[in-house]
C-alpha cells in the first residue's frame, strides 16, 4: 500500500524512508522497500531525490535532530534558571511523548540510534546537542553552584536527560509491570513530575 497520492514524489519517498528506517534499521533497509513504499516503480527515485539511501538517512537524522530546536521557546534573558531548566523538559517530553509520539516512527529511529548508531551520528551531535549541552550545563552550574566538580554538573544534567527518555526504552516493560496504568503518561504531567523530582535532586547537591 502506497503513502498519499497527492503529496509529490520526494514527500512520499522522505516519508517512505522514515517508515522503512524505522521498521527495519539502517542496516537493513533498501531502496527497493523504500520506493514501494512511496509508490514508485522507479527503484532509482531515491538516488535522483536525494543522492543515495545513505543521504536520504542522514536527511531523516537531522529532522529528528533538529526538531528540539524548531519547538524551544524563544530566548528570554528575563527568565529564571529554574523556568529554563522547566522549559527544557517540558519540551522534550512534549517532543518524546505527546500524541504517543513514542510509538512514531522518528522515535524509533531516535532509539536505534542510542543503541545501534549509524556512522552519521557523531556529526549530527556535533552539530546540534553539543551546542545545547553547553547551555544546559550552564543552566545546572547556576543551579547548583559554580563551585560543583564538572563531574558533578554532567552527572545532574545526564540524570535529568535520563528520566526524559526513560519511557522510550522501557515502555513494554513498564506497560507489562504496571498493566492498571498501562497508557504511557501524559507528557505534560510527566514533565511537572520530572522536572519537580529533578529540582528537589539539584537542590539536594
Known amino acids: 500500500m502506497s503513502l498519499e497520492e497527492k ?5 512520499n519517498l522522505f516519508m517512505a524512508g522514515g517508515r522503512v528506517f524505522a521498521d527495519k ?6 531502496v527497493r522497500q523504500i520506493c514501494k513504499l512511496a509508490g514508485s516503480s522507479n527503484i ?9 539511501k545513505e543521504l536520504l538517512y542522514r536527511q531523516i537524522l537531522e529532522l529528528i535532530f533538529k526538531e528540539y530546536d524548531v519547538r524551544k521557546p524563544s530566548e528570554n534573558v528575563h527568565k529564571s534558571t529554574e523556568d529554563r531548566l522547566k522549559d527544557f523538559i517540558a519540551v522534550n517530553c512534549e517532543l518524546l511523548y505527546r500524541d504517543n509520539a513514542v510509538e512514531s516512527d522518528m522515535t524509533k529511529i531516535f532509539v536505534a540510534e542510542m ?3 549509524s556512522p552519521f551520528l ?21 543551579i547548583i553552584g559554580h563551585d560543583k566538580p564538572e563531574e558533578t554538573v554532567r552527572n545532574c544534567l545526564i540524570s535529568i536527560a535520563g528520566q ?3 519511557y522510550c ?8 509491570l504496571f498493566q492498571d496504568d498501562s497508557n504511557m503518561p501524559a507528557y505534560d504531567r510527566l514533565a511537572r513530575h520530572i522536572y519537580q523530582f529533578s529540582m528537589g535532586g539539584l537542590l539536594a547537591v
Open 44 to 52: 532509482n527515485s531515491v538516488n535522483y531525490y536525494f543522492g543515495s
Open 122 to 142: 557523531k556529526d549530527i551531535v556535533d552539530q546540534y546537542n553539543r551546542p545545547r549541552v553547553e547551555n544546559n550545563l550552564a543552566m545546572i552550574r547556576d
Open 7 to 11: 503529496k509529490t514524489t520526494k514527500e
Open 164 to 166: 526524559i527518555l526513560y
Open 25 to 30: 534499521g539502517y542496516k537493513d533497509a533498501t
Open 169 to 176: 526504552f522501557s515502555w513494554p516493560l513498564v506497560s507489562q
Open 115 to 117: 543503541t545501534s548508531p
